[in-house]
């Protein structure tokens, strides 16, 4: 039955097996935030995003990943290590990034290719920080009932939100 849980702590405190996921640009940076974070600790799967980033980036003003998500597993075989999900939420970042409505709408088919890709790895826990909420400015009721949407359509699939508390 599929679930939404939530628990404290840092999204890289997750079990090992699973699927680490977080809100992308669609720009191949990981500059500030948790994305710097996951870039820090994830090298290969950053690597990974921003060449797949930079492969769309001439092709229009707004990219066609925006919408979409990709994971990079390190090695497919090994069920010990993390998969990284890379949800598109939104074209730019900073000043530039696309409004929530346009990033609420892109959460909803990026979830959608998540557990596309998690069903074909078998992996059907994704971990994430409260996404789209921080740097891209959306109210997290907006992008959690997004996610208990999809959790609805995807039976198999359990999400963990993992709230960050400071000092911790």
Not at 34 to 61: G, I, M, N, S, W
Not at 124 to 136: A, G, M, V
Request: proline residues 5%.
């Amino acid at each position: 039955m599929a679930q939404l849980e939530y628990v404290k702590g840092s999204v890289f405190d997750a079990p090992k097996g699973v699927i680490l996921a977080h809100a992308c640009n669609a720009q191949g940076s990981w500059g500030s935030g948790v994305a710097l974070e996951f870039k820090k600790r994830f090298p290969d799967a950053y690597a990974y995003y921003h060449k797949t980033c930079f492969e769309f980036l001439p092709l229009a003003e707004r990219s066609p990943l925006v919408g979409k998500a990709f994971t990079y597993f390190k090695d497919d075989a090994n069920r010990e290590d993390y998969g990284i999900g890379c949800l598109v939420t939104s074209n730019k970042y900073g000043k530039f990034v696309d409004s929530p409505d346009m990033i609420v709408k892109a959460t909803d088919t990026a979830i959608e290719w998540l557990f596309v890709q998690a069903y074909f790895s078998e992996r059907y826990e994704i971990h994430t920080p409260k996404i789209n909420s921080n740097l891209f400015r959306v109210p997290w009721e907006r992008t959690e009932a997004v996610i208990k949407d999809q959790l609805l359509r995807h039976p198999k699939m359990k999400w963990v939100v993992w709230e960050y508390e400071a000092g911790k």
